[in-house]
């Protein structure tokens, strides 16, 4: 059946086993970047398997917004005609970057390296999130932002083209924050340089060396890394081809490895190795997860992954280190949790309280309706596994998804699985990086459908092995 992506409440029916092969979108940090370097370079990029997703064309409306042309050639398939570094025009309007926190971080970096004045905002849920992050080391920059408290959205940039080049020492390791100082020195003369607590995903850099621009890179002794470009170099056009999404693909290795049965084979994967931790601690759990490498894509490790669903995931301890590895996959590790054997602690996710929403206090709040038994610290998640068999996750709740893309398809992942169905009580929030997420799933047997709707023909205690 046809599931439209918008319905406000879905329900996952208890769900026989998965089956199949499929490509997920396009990964959605690789997709902004996709369009943002190649605004920036002298000439016509191509790119394709670009992210459907509304926060990727949030940032594609934004350079529209900025005087960047962007030819829509099909789907996924953009032709953007660059303006080169520091070309980007001062927008008519307010740019609304919709739920895409790292759309508002990387245009702080682009907005304030160039001489005009732009305001940014969002929705209920971007509006929350912090800013400072990236303002205050812009501001020391010399560009200049007017905020809400905690300088929140709606944010106006003072652009400069004459910000002051220097090195950064981040507080939290930051992808966005990292990315949006790199990009800000690309029109700073000089050598702007980030120094990141930890090594975070490093898209930005592979697709800056992609189009000719050295980017140095070097550890540190106490684990840092230190990454930074000189300024007022050119970018030259590129071809690029995106990648699938790994943390789309989480919900599927997710279903596959608690469905007992199941046989889930994901093509065209971003393989980049910080943003495989899922798969590590699903290796640790137990699961059965095969990774097949294939070409590089977009600069990117990239290949095929299959889950198979075995009915036994044990509890395990995610260590603190792995967090950078797998920071947006943790509401569905916690999914997998539940169905493991024994207690599963999670440590080291602070961030995860200033997510699209505050994930930890979500994560616990579902699970615990759901009946798994579960403690949120302050940066801490600890799941008491309930196993897969006759006395795994009770399930029957509806779930608040809180305009988080990443707690609504959890929790209907956990319905495939539970004794009984699971609601979420709005899915609209899937389409910001899943369109097609429903439909995906229930492609592989799934029963994901609105309220009052049996989809599918499987029955609990089917061909899962479940008991009835
Ligand atoms: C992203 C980095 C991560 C991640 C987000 C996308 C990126 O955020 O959670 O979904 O594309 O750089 P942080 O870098 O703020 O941890």
Known sequence: MTVPDHPCVLVSHPAGPLSGTVRVPGDKSISHRALMLPALAVG????????????????????????????????????IHGVGVGGLAEPEDVLDLGNSGTSARLFAGLLASHPFVSVMTGDASLRRRPMARVTEPLAAMGARFE??????????????????????????????????????????????????????????????????????????????????VAGHGALSPVDIAVPGDPSAAAFLMVAAAIVPGSRVTIADLCLNPGRTGLIDTLWQMGADVTVTPGADQAGDAAGTVTVAGTGSLRGVDVPAERAVRMI???????????????????????????????RLAAM??????????????????????????????????????????RIAMSFLVMGMAARAPVAVDDAAPIATSFPGFAALMNGLGARLGPPGSSPGDASPGDAAGHPA
Request: hydrophobic share 45%.
């Open 147 to 228: 905020g809400r408290a905690g300088g929140r959205l709606p944010l106006a940039v003072i652009g400069s083209d004459r910000l002051v080049a220097g090195a950064h020492r981040l507080a939290v390791a930051s992808a966005q924050v990292k990315s949006a100082l790199l990009l800000a020195g690309l029109n700073t003369a000089g050598e702007t340089a980030v120094i990141e607590p930890a090594a975070t995903r490093d898209h930005t850099e592979r697709m800056l060396r992609l189009m000719g621009l050295p980017v140095a890179e070097e550890a540190l002794a106490d684990g840092a890394v230190r990454v930074s």
């Open 44 to 79: 016509a990029s191509t790119v394709t398997g670009l992210s459907a997703g509304e926060d990727v064309a949030r940032t594609e409306a934004a350079l529209t917004a900025l005087g960047v042309e962007i030819e829509r050639l099909g789907d996924g398939r953009r032709r």
């Open 328 to 358: 947006d996959e943790y509401p569905i590790l916690a999914v997998a949790a539940a169905f493991a054997e024994g207690e599963t602690r999670m440590t080291g996710l602070a961030e995860l309280r200033v997510k699209e929403s505050d």
């Open 364 to 405: 616990a709040d579902g699970l615990t309706a759901c009946g798994v038994p579960v403690t949120a610290g302050p940066d801490s998640l600890t799941v008491g596994g309930l196993g897969s068999g006759a006395g795994r996750p009770a399930g029957g709740a509806t779930v608040a998804s809180h305009l988080d893309h």
